[in-house]
C-alpha cells in the first residue's frame, strides 16, 4: 500500500502532466481525501468511488479518495498506482470539461457513467435507482 505522501506526490505529478487550462473553473481544486466512498447504489461493498467531480454552490472540484484506491489496489506500487491514478484524474478532469461546455448527450461521460451504473445493477437484479 503506497503512503499518503506518495499518493499525494503522484497525484500533484499527474496534474503537472496536464495542461494548466484545463483546470481553469475548477475553484474547489483537486483535493486528497483518506475515506473509502462506496456509491449510494452499491448493492454491497463490491464497487468504489476512487475520484469524484462535483459542482456545489458554485465550486467545482474533484476529490481523489485514497482510501478506496487503497481498498482496491492495496499491493500497488507507486508505478501501477502512477498508471491507475492517471486515468482516475483524467477522467475527472474530462467530467469538468464537459460541465464547463454543457456537453451532456449520450457521447458525454457523464451518461457513460449512467449507462455503467445501469449494467452494474442490471448484473445485480437492482432496479433502476436514482441517478448518482
Request: net charge negative; charged share 30%; proline share 4%.
Amino acid at each position: 500500500m503506497i503512503s499518503l505522501e506518495a499518493y499525494n506526490e503522484i497525484i500533484s505529478e499527474l496534474m503537472d502532466e496536464l495542461p494548466e487550462e484545463f483546470f481553469q473553473g475548477l475553484s474547489g481544486g483537486v483535493v486528497v481525501s483518506e475515506t473509502t466512498a462506496i456509491p449510494d447504489y452499491a448493492q454491497g461493498n463490491d464497487i468504489y468511488t476512487l475520484g469524484k467531480y462535483q459542482v456545489f454552490s458554485r465550486v467545482r472540484q474533484i476529490t481523489m479518495f485514497k482510501g478506496s484506491f487503497d481498498r482496491v489496489y492495496p499491493r500497488a506500487e507507486e508505478e501501477e498506482a502512477r498508471t491507475i491514478l492517471r486515468g482516475v484524474l483524467r477522467h475527472e478532469i474530462r467530467h469538468h470539461l464537459e460541465s464547463l461546455g454543457g456537453i451532456h448527450d449520450d457521447s458525454s461521460l457523464e451518461a457513460a457513467d449512467e449507462r455503467d451504473k445501469r449494467a452494474y445493477l442490471s448484473r445485480h437484479g437492482a432496479p433502476d435507482g436514482p441517478s448518482a
